[in-house]
């Protein structure tokens, strides 16, 4: 007999046990997880750091000559690329190095 799509995957509700972080849709793993984010020459850096440009890059409207230097850095989600809020631009990490 053919099943209903919504019957294929039944949840025994009554033997559910329930996660204690589940409710507000975090895990404790995703708590302890930080993102450690480096410059090219491998130095950590933190929010509100200021980076310089170690090579000249073109791209669309922005031009960023080498020595540029950017203040006030933030991070995103992905660790190899900061945010620079001052300018609206999103960064690699791997052309800049901690000023």
Do not use: C, H
């Amino acid at each position: 007999m053919w099943k209903k799509p919504w019957e294929e995957d039944k949840v025994d509700w009554d033997n559910y046990e329930w996660n204690e972080n589940e409710e507000d849709g975090t895990t404790q793993d995703d708590e302890d997880e930080q993102i450690v984010v480096k410059d090219s020459n491998g130095n950590v850096l933190q929010e509100g750091d200021a980076v310089i440009a170690i090579k000249d890059i073109k791209w669309k409207w922005v031009s960023i000559k080498r020595w540029d230097k950017f203040n006030n850095i933030s991070f995103t989600d992905d660790e190899g690329l900061i945010y620079i809020p001052k300018q609206k631009l999103y960064l690699k990490t791997e052309f800049f190095k901690k000023a």
